[in-house]
């Protein structure tokens, strides 16, 4: 019988608590850092409608305000799962596990964006760092209260540009256990050794949707789809992160398609959900909130021009989404 592992996820909002949920029910024993929402979860637990597993209310073994309340008491974590927004502008995204012993841990950043990892790698250089994306629909509609779609995908892989770990072994089992602890959960699990691949191919919807939404007078995308420029807009912007992206990983971003049917792809597939897409990027700024633009559009807009790649369009649109977002944190 496998062990039972210790998590602790950072950010109790609607993927946190999804992720949280299905790994205690998994088995593992789960900590939660939650802030807005810390005295509903810790009173009541979180009250989840799930149309893949279920109406549950999850109650957290432990929670937390912060990080060093998670290790008051000497406390370790197997995995730290970090949920929370990056946005490196504003500070330094790794500040977040601040009075937190990582080294015996591994770091799981579930986040969008490139350049992700790069905080973490530098501040905490005795821990692994694995590198994931989720494919999930959940959304919270008011505090402690969940709704989740149809999917929770898990697709990850290690982060370890300097070789720290120190075998093909070690490095294999800190996957294989986090891979079990989330099938035991029900959750999609994926281990992929080209994850940085994945992270640019998935860049192609965050990097257009996203910002474009906003541009657009936070419009949501059958509102854009509709219009024919906003349409071969968005194909644009993807087409640009495509050439960056597979000039960066030196190799295409999909092993399933040519890269010239990537953007329609996309886009067909936004087309045929049944209900409109609300961007992250978009509710961040219709709720006054700063917006993930460093990881999902400068940093790459960095990129490119170490490559000498032009990427006229994404420069318009990030100059238009920090205009907008300085406008409105003012």
Same mark, same amino acid.
């Given at each position: 019988m496998t062990?039972?592992?210790?998590?602790?996820v950072v950010?109790?909002?609607?993927?946190?608590?999804?992720?949280?949920? /299905?790994?205690?029910?998994?088995g *593992?024993n789960?900590?939660l850092?939650c802030?807005?929402?810390?005295?509903t979860?810790?009173d009541n637990?979180?009250?989840?409608k799930?149309?893949?597993?279920? %109406?549950? =209310?999850f109650?957290?073994?432990?929670?937390? =305000? *912060?990080? +060093?309340q998670?290790?008051?008491?000497?406390?370790?974590?197997d995995y730290?799962?970090?949920?929370t927004?990056?946005?490196p502008?504003r500070?330094?995204?790794a500040?977040?596990?601040?009075?937190l012993?990582?080294?015996?841990? =591994?770091?799981?950043?579930?986040?969008?964006g490139?350049?992700?990892?790069?905080? !973490?790698?530098?501040?905490f250089?005795n821990?692994?760092i694995i590198s994931?994306? =989720?494919?999930?629909? %959940? &959304?919270q509609?008011?505090?402690?209260?969940?709704? @989740?779609g149809i999917?929770a995908?898990?697709?990850?892989?290690?982060?370890?540009?300097?070789? /720290?770990i120190?075998?093909?072994h %070690?490095?294999d089992?800190i #996957?294989?256990?986090?891979? @079990?602890?989330?099938v035991?959960?029900?959750?999609? *699990?994926?281990i992929n050794?080209n994850?940085? %691949?994945e /992270?640019?191919?998935?860049?192609?919807?965050?990097?257009? !949707?996203n910002?474009?939404s906003?541009?657009a007078? +936070?419009?949501?995308t059958?509102?854009?789809?509709?219009?024919?420029?906003?349409?071969? #807009?968005?194909?644009?912007?993807? /087409?640009?992160i495509?050439?960056?992206?597979e000039?960066?990983?030196?190799m295409?971003?999909?092993d399933?398609?040519? *890269?010239?049917?990537?953007p329609?792809?996309?886009i067909s !597939?936004?087309k045929m959900?049944?209900?409109?897409?609300?961007p992250?990027?978009?509710?961040?700024?219709?709720n006054?909130?700063p917006?993930? @633009?460093?990881?999902?559009l400068?940093?790459?807009?960095?990129i +490119?021009?170490?490559?000498?790649?032009?990427v006229?369009?994404?420069? !318009?649109?990030?100059t238009?989404?920090?205009?907008l977002?300085? &406008?409105?944190?003012q």
């Amino acid at each position: 019988m496998t062990e039972s592992k210790s998590f602790l996820v950072v950010g109790g909002g609607a993927v946190g608590s999804i992720f949280a949920w /299905r790994l205690q029910e998994g088995g *593992s024993n789960v900590a939660l850092i939650c802030r807005s929402n810390y005295q509903t979860v810790l009173d009541n637990g979180f009250k989840i409608k799930s149309h893949q597993f279920g %109406t549950a =209310t999850f109650n957290p073994n432990k929670v937390y =305000t *912060s990080a +060093a309340q998670a290790s008051a008491q000497g406390q370790k974590y197997d995995y730290i799962l970090i949920c929370t927004k990056s946005l490196p502008n504003r500070y330094n995204p790794a500040d977040v596990l601040d009075g937190l012993d990582v080294a015996d841990s =591994t770091i799981v950043l579930i986040q969008n964006g490139i350049g992700i990892e790069d905080p !973490f790698y530098k501040k905490f250089p005795n821990a692994a760092i694995i590198s994931s994306i =989720t494919y999930i629909d %959940t &959304k919270q509609v008011e505090s402690g209260v969940i709704e @989740h779609g149809i999917s929770a995908d898990l697709s990850y892989g290690l982060y370890d540009p300097e070789n /720290r770990i120190s075998s093909k072994h %070690t490095a294999d089992q800190i #996957l294989n256990s986090l891979h @079990h602890c989330l099938v035991q959960g029900k959750i999609n *699990s994926k281990i992929n050794h080209n994850i940085q %691949t994945e /992270r640019w191919y998935k860049l192609c919807w965050n990097a257009s !949707f996203n910002p474009i939404s906003v541009v657009a007078g +936070a419009s949501n995308t059958v509102q854009l789809l509709s219009d024919p420029k906003m349409h071969a #807009l968005i194909a644009t912007t993807m /087409r640009e992160i495509i050439s960056v992206g597979e000039a960066y990983v030196g190799m295409p971003l999909s092993d399933k398609l040519p *890269s010239d049917q990537i953007p329609e792809s996309y886009i067909s !597939f936004t087309k045929m959900r049944p209900d409109p897409v609300y961007p992250s990027m978009m509710v961040d700024f219709i709720n006054k909130r700063p917006m993930e @633009h460093q990881v999902i559009l400068k940093n790459p807009i960095d990129i +490119a021009k170490s490559l000498n790649i032009k990427v006229p369009t994404l420069e !318009f649109i990030y100059t238009f989404v920090s205009f907008l977002e300085n &406008k409105h944190l003012q």
